[in-house]
């Protein structure tokens, strides 16, 4: 596994309402060397979190508080005993006490040579995540010269336009010295991947990369990520709410609700709507797929809201939601948390339905 | 007919050929007056100057200009004007130039460290700005001179130091305004580190104009407070020119017809502080798009 994150806690605390806002809380996920991870999701879910997490870019605060980020064999979360005191009181955090600033430089160390160099992203809204006020090309160059050894400044342009071509922006050349402004949304994606890509990084994360793009700058962008796969053979942690967008680039996928992996293995396994957890089905049958549209059978909302990250119901998540819900598991389904078990080698679910 | 060609390259410059044409006549002008300055201040500094400013000559007190050999006339001691206008620069160009590196220097730290860090730090920015700005300036500055020197380099760092709230501020809401962007969490998530995300991509890239355009208004400024001061004497003390306390000397023989010797310097204080001003403008309006279009 080249990252393994194992009951990851990311906590942000809501002054207004004195209470912990529990965006990520005991997710665990693993992405295999070479493979595709799509991680799926409502808004709200904390997909983007736990990225953010394993990337140690996450600003608010506490922020990360508990759990295991392993990357290539180093803990990222290493020493985080040292900085944070956590107070429970019969499963849920009452208090946390953080040393910031101590927390900060420990990130700091370890994420040194790493965070863009080892583990790459790649943002939604791709004009944003570009400094209008640099052209594209410098942007990149500024990029190669700080993670590959080269130095000279004419090399690094070269290996730049290099990278333009790779992820097939028309002359490249012309488009070197373009500002952010003057590119379309896709054209910036395109950049902001090969500025991502020419690090070679050994870890992708490609958070929700065709939101806010066109339908089919969308198809174009997924494309493009398909085709770079294949050539560089990047391991990738895909983050979408785009179940099409996932099920094209996924190997394996990992289903998240309210702050948890409800759900993970190959995609073959998981993206099926017959089995599996009842928040995928739902998630499934909630948007078109070629038997839908072929018979003309209306879509399936999921019925209420992501629950309050705050006050969180005590027994399984989806509890509330659940449509498959039987009189023979609701009372362990209203008062205890599934555990993840397997029910096929590498398919781990989280509900009672399935719990042996 | 219009003729529309494809560039071989993008502009590099678009808001240069964006601008209106009023804001490129202020920012000409003001380059104009920056550059004469500038050769001025050079011409004094190695004293190739047509006249040696101190000589007296009794025999052509007050001469109006297009003398010959005085294109600008003499004073009342029949000291060149020429020169000594030229040599009036030496009196607020460094120590302008002083002025404006510690408010922009100080300006920069102390808004970085209240954007970028927030917290305690953030509330003593404001609570130094807030404490500059209810202290008139000059008066804080009259203080200094009454309890240092007359010098006007312990002046100029006054004014350096009373500017620095207005770069602080500019900064820090800058800060603030980018840190919301994603460009600025990319520009981690690409693992640039912070002093560099800070003094590039922050101060360089979206700041430098703001400060560019505050360095000149702040030039301006601080010729204006140099004259003011050797205009009421506490500046540079004669026989030293400064357009200050030519004025001053002048004004002494104003009424009784000889106005020239005042009113070319304050004319040369006029024009100078119109350049910088309009510079300033000019820049604000081209580079940060402030003329409404």
Redesign the interface.
């Known amino acids: 596994m080249l990252l393994s994150i194992e009951n990851l806690r990311t906590y942000f605390y809501s002054r207004s309402r004195r209470a912990f806002v529990r965006s990520v809380d005991g997710a665990s996920l693993s992405v295999g060397r070479g493979e595709t991870l799509g991680v799926v999701g409502e808004s709200g879910s904390g997909k983007t979190v736990a990225a953010l997490s394993a990337a140690g870019l996450v600003s608010g605060t506490p922020g990360v508080i508990g759990g295991r980020i392993e990357f290539n064999s180093r803990n990222l979360l290493d020493g985080l005993e040292r900085y944070v005191q956590v107070e429970e009181r019969d499963g849920r955090v009452m208090a946390v006490e953080k040393d910031e600033s101590g927390w900060r430089r420990q990130v700091k160390r370890l994420m040194a040579g790493v965070r863009g160099k080892e583990i790459a992203m790649i943002f939604q809204n791709p004009r944003a995540a570009l400094n209008p006020y640099s052209t594209v090309g410098a942007q990149l160059v500024e990029a190669i010269r700080l993670h590959t050894n080269i130095r000279n400044k004419q090399e690094a342009k070269e290996k730049a336009l290099h990278w333009l071509e790779r992820v097939r922006i028309d002359s490249p050349r012309l488009r070197f010295d373009n500002f952010p402004s003057g590119m379309s949304g896709g054209m910036c994606q395109r950049a902001m991947i090969a500025m991502a890509l020419s690090a070679e990084p050994s870890l992708l994360i490609a958070d929700e990369p065709t939101t806010g793009l066109d339908a089919t700058i969308q198809a174009r962008i997924v494309e493009l990520l398909g085709e770079l796969k294949a050539e560089t053979g990047i391991t990738t942690m895909l983050i979408s709410h785009d179940i099409s967008v996932i099920r094209r680039l996924s190997d394996r996928v990992a289903v998240m609700y309210a702050g948890t992996v409800v759900e993970s293995g190959p995609a073959s396994q998981v993206l099926q709507p017959k089995a599996g957890h009842p928040y995928t089905a739902a998630l499934l049958a909630s948007v078109p797929d070629a038997e839908t549209i072929r018979t003309k059978s209306p879509l399936q909302a999921i019925e209420g809201e992501v629950p309050d990250t705050i006050d969180r119901p005590r027994g399984c998540r989806f509890y509330g939601r659940c449509n498959r819900v039987s009189d023979a598991v609701r009372s362990r389904c209203a008062n205890l948390e599934p555990p993840l078990a397997e029910v096929a080698p590498g398919h781990k679910l989280r509900c009672w339905l399935h719990a042996a | 007919m219009r003729r529309y060609v494809q560039a071989e390259?993008?502009p590099?410059f678009?808001a240069l050929q964006r601008a209106d044409a009023l804001d490129l006549a202020y920012v000409g002008y003001g380059l104009l007056v920056v550059a004469l300055v500038f050769a001025s201040y050079l011409i004094g500094a190695f004293g190739w100057l047509p006249h040696d400013p101190r000589a007296m000559n009794v025999t052509l007190l007050n001469a109006a200009p297009f003398t010959p050999g005085h294109p600008l006339g003499t004073d009342f001691l029949g000291r060149d004007l020429q020169s000594r206008l030229i040599l009036g620069i030496q009196a607020y160009f460094l120590p302008g130039l002083l002025a404006i590196t510690i408010s922009i220097v100080g300006g920069s730290v102390l808004g970085v460290l209240a954007g970028y860090r927030g917290g305690p730090l953030e509330t003593l920015v404001t609570y130094f700005a807030n404490l500059v700005d209810s202290f008139p300036r000059l008066v804080l500055i009259l203080l200094v001179i009454a309890a240092f020197k007359p010098d006007i380099y312990y002046v100029m760092v006054v004014v350096g130091i009373t500017g620095m709230p207005v770069i602080a501020n500019l900064v820090a809401g800058k800060i603030a305004f980018l840190r919301q962007?994603?460009?600025i969490?990319?520009?981690?998530?690409?693992?640039?580190p912070a002093h560099t995300v800070i003094l590039k991509?922050i101060l360089w890239?979206?700041c430098r104009a703001a400060l560019v355009i505050q360095a000149t208004l702040g030039m301006a400024e601080a010729i204006l407070i140099e004259t003011s001061l050797s205009y009421l004497g506490f500046g540079v003390q004669e026989p030293t020119p400064s357009w200050g306390n030519m004025v001053q000397a002048g004004a002494n023989y104003f009424l009784q017809g000889n106005f020239w010797p005042s009113t070319a310097p304050a004319l040369a204080i006029l024009a100078t502080i119109l350049g910088f001003q309009l510079l300033g403008d000019g820049l604000n309006n081209i580079l940060e798009g402030k003329r409404g279009r």
Do not use: D, I, P, V
């Open positions: 390259t993008f590099r678009m962007k994603s460009f969490e990319a520009a981690h998530a690409l693992g640039l991509h890239l979206n």
